[in-house]
């Protein structure tokens, strides 16, 4: 069974810290992406990836930057934390367009506040 | 620019009854769509997608191009039916291809 693995349930950090949110997954897949989650609003790309030191941005990248340097590696990086990003982070992982079939497989996500 | 919009935040129906979740999009290019549901406490998972014309779970979802749509049906809903359902559009890039998901519908299936 895939598994992605986000490395923390629960952060808590303070306005101006730099943030990691680590992501981790065991498919092989060569894509993958970090989405915000926030009630009302839905899922909202931020960056993805589909290679190794390749990245994308998704449609709210303001704020954060990526990190792939392995290719079952994917970080996501808040530069100076900021109280309008307090959310639920989740990470997912997929094969390439041409193998996917629209299926994403997702971490647990990383519910973080910061105050 | 691709969209895709679920005009219920909330929709709530008795064990039995039918439900339809709402889901229209907007796309230049040539449409892939799925639903995803996350029930509480699990992780986002892939239900179903509209090029497999399949029935999971019960539910079933035809993509309408004439009127932009792909809701989410199922004849009889039950208890275990209650979850947050996500419509999902995929755009290909010149890279990849990513989703685009609409914000959401909570089913609440009550006794």
């Known amino acids: 069974d895939v598994k992605v693995t986000q490395s923390s349930r629960y952060l808590v950090k303070r306005t101006g810290e730099k943030v990691f949110l680590e992501c981790v997954q065991d498919?092989?897949?060569?894509?993958m992406f970090w989405y915000r989650q926030d009630p009302g609003l839905g899922l909202r790309l931020i960056y993805f990836?589909?290679?190794?030191?390749?990245?994308e941005k998704g449609d709210i990248p303001e704020g954060y930057s990526v990190s792939r340097e392995k290719k079952e590696r994917f970080s996501l990086i808040l530069e100076s934390a900021s109280t309008n990003q307090t959310s639920m982070y989740l990470c997912?992982?997929?094969?390439?367009?041409?193998?996917?079939?629209?299926?994403?497989?997702f971490g647990s996500g990383t519910q973080l506040s910061v105050l | 620019a691709q969209r895709v919009t679920q005009p219920e935040k909330l929709l709530s129906v008795f064990k039995g009854a039918p439900v339809e979740l709402k889901c229209n999009y907007s796309?230049?290019?040539?449409?892939?769509l799925f639903w995803y549901v996350q029930y509480s406490r699990q992780r986002l998972q892939l239900l179903l997608r509209?090029?497999s014309r399949e029935s999971i779970k019960g539910f079933t979802a035809d993509l309408n191009k004439g009127e932009t749509s792909f809701h989410l049906k199922k004849p009889f809903a039950q208890e275990e039916d209650s979850a947050m359902y996500y419509c999902?559009?995929?755009?290909?890039?010149?890279?990849?291809?990513?989703?685009?998901f609409g914000t959401g519908t909570r089913l609440q299936v009550t006794l």
């Open positions: 999902a559009l995929s755009v290909l890039t010149g890279t990849a291809s990513k989703l685009t």
């Open positions: 796309y230049s290019g040539s449409p892939e």
């Open positions: 509209h090029i």
């Open positions: 997912a992982s997929s094969f390439l367009s041409r193998r996917w079939g629209g299926k994403l497989f």
């Open positions: 498919m092989d897949h060569e894509n």
């Open positions: 990836s589909y290679d190794v030191k390749m990245k």
